[in-house]
């Protein structure tokens, strides 16, 4: 008897301290995701308040627990330990799930928000507190998204945490998200200002140079108003070419856009499943300029409807606009941007989609100081670059030519760098005089030992 009852004590006093708080967070997180399922589907049968955000406040607090025990568990060197063996990062069931479950929700989202009313409900105190207002669902969306950053911030934070670049990269991701892009505009509503998010500009935040928002902007916010299309104005065409100039596209793709923050944040563990083939190569500059090129027209021809009053060309302008909503604001940059993330990779919308990425890439190509460094005499041609590669580049090929990288679609993560074991690469910010040289390769021929 004794040891039978010994052996079935064992398990539970092998627990260790670290296991009870992963054990505690996966509680939390069900208990937390039952709790919002309740406030989505359970009508008037128990408070959303209390059960939804409530549900949300233990998912994350969950997720926090088990994030922080299962990175910390792991040194340095193991955090990418698994990546092509979890059923989670490698296309596995439970990807197909977590793909399904997101594309749902923005379908829901964008084109059926009634059907998130419980939810919406859940979040009404945090939005009267934060914007003296009701809440609807792209006040949801927000305080979703903005989670999202901030909980897999302490994921990124954790796992490149000896990485002075990341940790400072993450922390300012997190802070525009948190900052500019939820607090902000929730403050000027409550102010009854009109809304705006100071860290979005023309041509990602496509309507802000739209004519109706120009006039929207001016006739209500008085002068906080036309301050914003200044400022909208001077970031789109002043600063993008000047900070690209001296950065590179990271100053804003990989350090304050929200959508680059959700992918360096809750992106990350799917960067690897980025498709690095020529052909992947050959549709993103296939698709991603044309609608670089699509919004464009669509802006100059609802200026000149605007211009004409409606006389030149009637409704065709607004044609052109719903057109560019629907299918690249809508379906490419929330449905497949995110809800594809766990099959595609985490920046499948900056790789072909963004117009703000194709104008900042084409910036960075031809009028950059920035490029990715290679002393290809140390490299081993391990790949590690390439496969952590979020946009897709193929880095070995350049660093084993000791060729620098200079791709329009490199958004600067610096993942490349941080996960070569030689240290063979580099992002730099030099001279444009020969940029494009590659480093001198040293060969057997060049060190003459036996002479
Ligand atoms: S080349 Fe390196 S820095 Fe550029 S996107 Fe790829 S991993 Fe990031
Ligand atoms: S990670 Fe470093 S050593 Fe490995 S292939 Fe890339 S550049 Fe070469």
Redesign the pocket.
Known sequence: MSTSSSTYSAPLSSITAGGFIKLIGLLLIALGILGMMVAAFGGEAASPVSTGLTGIAAVTAGGLMYIWQVRRQKSVAEQNNGAWQNDMTTRGASAWVTGVVLTGFYILLYWFPTTLHGLVLAVEPLSQWLRNRPADHWFLYGTFYTLAILVMGVHALLKYRNSNYHIIRTISVMFFQLGFAFLLPALLLALNQPEFYFSYFWPLKYDYLFPGTVSYLIDNGAALGVFMVFWGAVLSFIATPILTYYFGK?WYC?WVCGCGGLAETAGDPY?HLSDKSKKAWQWEVAIIYPILGFIIITTLVLWINSWSEGRLLGNLSSGFSSTYGFFIGAMFSGVVGVGFYPIMGN?VWCRFGCPMAAYLGLLQKHFSRFR?TTNGGQCISCGN?ST??????D?RHYAQQGEP?I?A?????????HVCPRGV?K?ENGPRENRFAATPLIKRSDVGILN
């Open positions: 990271r990989s960067r920046r990715i670059c952590y590669c979020e946009m897709g580049i880095v990288i791709r679609s490199c958004v600067g993560c610096g993942i490349c760098a690469l992002l």
